[in-house]
């Protein structure tokens, strides 16, 4: 029997569920995680130049996100409208730590600046990709986390104000809220623009120049992007969030770039053929949801179907959610009778079993209605597209609101936790996304 990662066991229904055991306690981070991730992070960090003309250059900060397709991601504002810009990874000294020396990298700016196409942008959630024409020797894309940040959490970033006298300054910051939001920021003196999209608001201070830079968490990951030129604000900062990034970078006209990225030569062939065409997903058509125990109301059940329909076909994973008045072929009354840890067996026997004859690589809900209970398990087959960490913020959601008798608004609520983790939910007039 295949290894599962199962993430929620058998919950009565009631509020006092709630206070079952919450889950192990995350370590405290070191006292000098920051410096650590300062140096992880720093390696895949640009200083952004876009040349506007008459003389106006605009400067900020970005991220390589994609090695093999060369992109780096930054603010819409800070590449504007042009086609081309030119980006400066950090150049290292003697010693091994970064120059942050501006007069360095405008000196040497032949040597060490790296011009690359302007290929896609965002408008409405200020981000854009620059298509570099070379990734230096040794330089990682920086990893996206699977979640957005929570209010409280330690973040730290990375960027390039034009009041100070160096490159590539560490700023420290906790989350205050992460939202949705509508603001205004200056893309020159004489133009200010108006942006929509969730973001990430912190307590660290930025300025002109970090736009376009990685807000990242505690293990280096990106979290969000510096906004920056935020107008009529005082003692926060704003940063795009992830799920805004991933959206961004799942669109079909920058999945289809080719990957350049250098392969083993016995396999060179074999990658060819997939930067053409895609991976197929591993079935043809969504496993069926189905909400025998009405659970939920018609309305609300009926968005499962295309959640995992997109789930499918844009990222290869599973969803099947099903409920029962009882489990197929148990009492009722013995499964009452049993302790905790008996139901919980045969709710892990049941949902080892579904997914092992469906084939499943995603993520399986069972909810159980006659006693009231659920099982949340991830197949070990897709836990590299799907973490663990967002299937446990689904399970804990789902417990949540199950237990405040909140139904419809659980299913909601784990639905959009899953296509956000994947760059798929839905965002306010995407059909006008604009396109390079």
């Given at each position: 029997m295949s290894r599962l990662l199962a993430l929620a066991l058998l919950v009565p229904f009631t509020p006092g569920a709630l206070a079952q055991p919450a889950d192990p306690p995350t370590a405290p981070a070191p006292a000098d995680v920051g410096a650590g991730v300062y140096r992880d992070v720093l390696r895949s960090t640009v200083w952004v130049h876009s040349d506007r003309g008459s003389g106006r250059l605009a400067t900020g900060t970005g991220t390589l996100v994609d090695r093999g397709r060369r992109l780096v991601l930054t603010n819409y504002h800070v590449v504007g409208d042009v086609k081309r810009a030119t980006v400066f990874f950090p150049d290292y000294g003697r010693d091994q730590r970064a120059i942050s020396d501006r007069k360095h990298y405008l000196d040497n700016a032949n040597r060490l600046g790296i011009p690359g196409d302007v290929v896609e942008i965002d408008k409405e959630g200020d981000l854009a990709l620059v298509r570099i024409d070379k990734v230096p020797d040794g330089v990682p894309a920086l990893a996206l986390a699977a979640e957005s940040p929570d209010p409280g959490q330690t973040v730290h970033s990375v960027g390039n104000p034009g009041k100070s006298g160096a490159l590539w300054v560490y700023t420290p910051g906790k989350v205050r809220q992460v939202y949705g939001k509508k603001w205004r920021a200056k893309l020159d003196e004489r133009t200010v623009l108006t942006f929509?999209?969730?973001?990430?608001?912190?307590?660290?201070?930025?300025?002109?120049?970090?736009?376009?830079?990685?807000?990242?968490?505690?293990?280096?990951?990106?979290?969000?992007?510096?906004?920056?030129?935020?107008?009529?604000?005082?003692?926060?900062?704003?940063?795009?969030?992830?799920?805004?990034?991933?959206?961004?970078?799942?669109?079909?006209?920058?999945?289809?770039?080719?990957?350049?990225?250098?392969?083993?030569?016995?396999?060179?062939?074999?990658?060819?053929?997939?930067d053409k065409e895609p991976a197929k997903p591993h079935r043809d058509a969504a496993l069926k949801s189905k909400d025998e125990a009405k659970f939920f109301s018609d309305e609300a059940f009926a968005k499962v179907q295309p959640a995992a329909d997109k789930l499918l076909k844009e990222k290869g994973l599973d969803l099947l959610i099903e409920t029962f008045d009882t489990l197929p072929n148990q009492d009722a009354a013995k499964?009452?009778?049993?302790?905790?840890?008996?139901?919980?067996?045969?709710?892990?026997?049941?949902?080892?079993?579904?997914?092992?004859?469906?084939?499943?690589?995603?993520?399986?809900?069972?909810?159980?209605?006659?006693?009231?209970?659920?099982?949340?398990?991830?197949?070990?087959?897709?836990?590299?597209?799907?973490?663990?960490?967002?299937?446990?913020?689904?399970?804990?959601?789902?417990?949540?609101?199950?237990?405040?008798?909140?139904?419809?608004?659980?299913?909601?609520?784990?639905?959009?936790?899953?296509?956000?983790?994947?760059?798929?939910?839905?965002?306010?007039?995407?059909k006008k996304e604009d396109k390079k």
């Open positions: 929509e999209a969730k973001v990430i608001e912190t307590d660290s201070p930025t300025n002109p120049g970090d736009s376009g830079g990685p807000l990242v968490n505690d293990k280096g990951q990106l979290v969000g992007v510096t906004q920056g030129g935020a107008i009529d604000a005082q003692l926060l900062s704003t940063f795009v969030d992830l799920s805004e990034v991933k959206r961004l970078l799942n669109r079909r006209s920058v999945q289809t770039l080719r990957s350049t990225e250098a392969v083993a030569a016995n396999s060179q062939v074999k990658d060819k053929a997939k499964l009452k009778a049993m302790s905790a840890a008996d139901r919980t067996k045969v709710l892990k026997e049941f949902a080892e079993g579904r997914l092992k004859g469906e084939k499943m690589v995603g993520l399986y809900v069972v909810v159980n209605k006659n006693p009231g209970s659920l099982y949340v398990v991830l197949a070990e087959a897709a836990s590299k597209k799907l973490s663990d960490e967002v299937a446990t913020k689904v399970k804990q959601t789902l417990l949540k609101n199950f237990g405040e008798k909140k139904f419809d608004a659980g299913l909601a609520d784990a639905l959009k936790i899953l296509l956000d983790s994947q760059g798929l939910g839905e965002k306010k007039d995407e």
